[in-house]
Structures are given as C-alpha cells and as structure tokens.
C-alpha cells in the first residue's frame, strides 16, 4: 500500500476518533457534569466551546504525536547515515512490537523505514568493499612495479653487457643478448598497453571500435596457432573443435587481444600440461565461444574477482607475467562489441570462460 493512501487512511482514523471523543464528551459535560455544579440553563453554552477546544488540543497533540515521531525517528536515521555510520540503527527494535511487527504509527512510514534499513546495509557493504579495493591497488600498484621491474632489469643487465669494454661478445653472443632485450622489451610494451586501456575502459573513454565481417572460427584458429608457438604453450594441448565457419562482425585487433589474454592466462597461470578446448557454435542471434581448461582451476574469491581489473589472484612475488588486468580488459573488450562474459571454475578442476557476440547476420 502506497505511503499516500495509508496516510488517508490514518488521518481519516484520526478525524474519526476526534469526533467521537466529542460526542462523547459532550453530552456527559452537558448532562452531567453541570448540573451537578448548578450550572444548567441558559449563558452556559460557552462551556461547549471550552470543551470542544480542550478535545481539539489534545488531538492536535495526539495528531503532532502520531504522525511527527516516526519523521523523527527517520531524520535520526538519516542524520545516522550522513555522519557514515553504518553501524546498527539506535532504538531500531522499539519501532517494533513483541510480535516483530512495526507499530501502528511506524507503519505509515514502513517502506521509508524498511529503504533507510537496506540503504545503510548497502552503504556499510559499499564501505568494506572500498577499504578492499584501496587494498587491492595498493597490492596491484606493488604488483605493477614488480612487473615492469623484471623486463626492465634483464634489458639494463644486457645492455650493460654490450657496452661493457672489456669483453669482446661475438656477434652470435651480441644477437641473442638484443634478442632477449627485444623480447623484454615487447613484454613491457604489452604491460604498458594493458595499463593504457584499463585506464582508457576506467575512465570511460571510448575505445573505437573497427569491424569487419569475417570467420570467426578461422580467426580464433590464426591466434591459437600464434599463442601455440610461444614457447611458454609449448607443454600445453590447445584444441579448436568447431570447423564449419561462422561469419561474425567484430574488431580483429581488439578480439585478438582478448582471446590471447585469455589463452596466455591459462598457459601461464598452469606449470603442468593442461589441454585448453575453445568450441564455437551458432546461435540464436548471437555467437558463443567457449574456452575450457583442466588446470587448476580458482578459487571461488578469484572467480567473485577475476573481473576486477585491482585483483590479482597470485602474489607479487610470484611470476605470472601479466598486470593482473588481463580478463578486467577482456570483460571491457567483449562488452565494447555489446557481448558478454562468463567464468565458471572448480579448484583443481579447471576452467571455464563463455563469451558471446551479436549476430545479427
């Protein structure tokens, strides 16, 4: 019942019970009352407007009573919220009856009370989730630091190598250390991109979008063939088992980057062989990709995370060769082509990761 018709209710209940205080008070003043004194007869009648200001009064003040306590109580609540303390509400229960239910005047105002409830429950979540996530850049930042550190210090260390004049390198020796500091130097770029188009997706900036018609099964085939000649993939079985082509409009660049953060995720984040299946079948209106893995799977706080772009998963110190926003900018990647993203995962059972396009073709 709304707010507005429940006060109609009460106030029409509140001219009621006035009205029936004077008729009952009147004729017990007028028939009994006064003539018990001697005062009856004529000039008297100013007793009835005595009377009926007495009754007003104190309905005017049961009225103020009724219905300005409970605004009271609410500005209290409200006062309660704007100070940030979100601790349980002072004098919550004795709104309530023996029964646990609102009394009568409280409930005129039952879903303002019951909002404020569930409003400081939210705020009191949203303030413990903000301490966390202070903690998580803080720990991310770190992790960051880490990351960028290690390619940095292989780059100083062999630069220092080459230009150290008391060795004479020979050129095979001069190529792999420049090698090593093109590689280095590629993973910092990728690290360097990654922080770009988190901030970019952070700061709601609109990353544009090119698509092109093409085979989708034929493109995830190319980036598997890339991703399976990195020598970190080379103990890891990855499978393609959809072959009839899909047409599907998508970004290439931007899905490439995507399929291969997620690919690259579960090659790294695995020491022992895994065998990673990706399946893509058609479907009404739109296109899923499945990619699953038998690793180690997450745990159910990784997975409540995993699209938190301040979340890493794993230690700083342990190598994981990524900024821990690899699946945040997938997430951000997918949702830019208007699809989504799912994660499912068991510890030591592995993974599951469902993304789905638009197909309008």
């Not at 609102?102 to 569930?118: P, S, T």
């Not at 004049?165 to 020979?170: H, M, T």
């Not at 047409?247 to 995507?258: E, G, N, S």
């Not at 995370?305 to 230690?315: C, D, I, L």
Request: aromatic fraction near 8%; charged fraction near 20%.
């Amino acid at each position: 019942m709304k707010i507005q018709t429940r006060f109609i209710q009460h106030f029409l209940l509140g001219i009621l019970i006035w009205l029936l205080m004077l008729a009952a008070t009147l004729p017990i003043t007028m028939d009994g009352i006064l003539p018990h004194f001697g005062l009856v007869g004529a000039g008297y009648e100013w007793v009835v407007l005595v009377v009926l200001g007495i009754i007003s009064v104190i309905s005017i003040g049961w009225f103020g009573w009724y219905f300005g306590s409970p605004l009271v109580f609410i500005m209290k609540l409200i006062h309660q919220l704007a100070r940030e303390n979100y601790s349980d509400f002072h004098d919550f229960e004795r709104i309530y009856t023996r029964k646990n239910k609102l009394k009568m005047r409280y409930r005129l105002y039952e879903e303002v009370i019951h909002q404020l409830a569930d409003m400081r429950t939210q705020l009191e979540r949203a303030k413990v989730e903000r301490v966390q996530l202070e903690e998580a850049k803080r720990d991310w930042i770190a992790g960051i630091s880490h990351d960028l550190k290690t390619p940095l210090t292989y780059i100083k260390g062999y630069s220092t190598l080459l230009l150290n004049p008391d060795y004479n390198w020979s050129k095979e020796e001069q190529c792999n250390f420049i090698e090593e500091i093109d590689k280095k130097g590629a993973h910092m770029e990728h690290l360097i991109e990654d922080l770009n188009l988190a901030m970019r997706f952070d700061s709601s900036q609109t990353v544009p979008i090119h698509k092109t018609t093409q085979d989708i099964v034929g493109f995830t085939r190319d980036v598997l063939t890339e991703v399976s000649n990195d020598l970190r993939a080379q103990q890891h079985q990855l499978e393609l088992r959809t072959d009839a082509p899909i047409q599907v409009a998508f970004d290439p660049k931007l899905l490439q980057r995507a399929l291969q953060n997620l690919y690259m995720n579960a090659v790294v984040h695995n020491e022992s062989p895994v065998h990673i299946v990706t399946t893509i079948e058609q479907r009404p209106q739109q296109v899923a990709l499945m990619i699953q893995d038998d690793g180690i799977g997450m745990s159910e706080e990784t997975v409540r995370n995993v699209f938190n772009r301040y979340y890493r998963g794993t230690a700083t110190d342990q190598s994981t060769e990524g900024t821990g926003l690899g699946v945040a900018i997938v997430k951000s990647l997918v949702e830019a082509h208007e699809g989504t993203i799912e994660v499912e995962s068991t510890l030591q059972k592995g993974t599951s990761i469902t993304i789905t396009l638009p197909n309008d073709l």
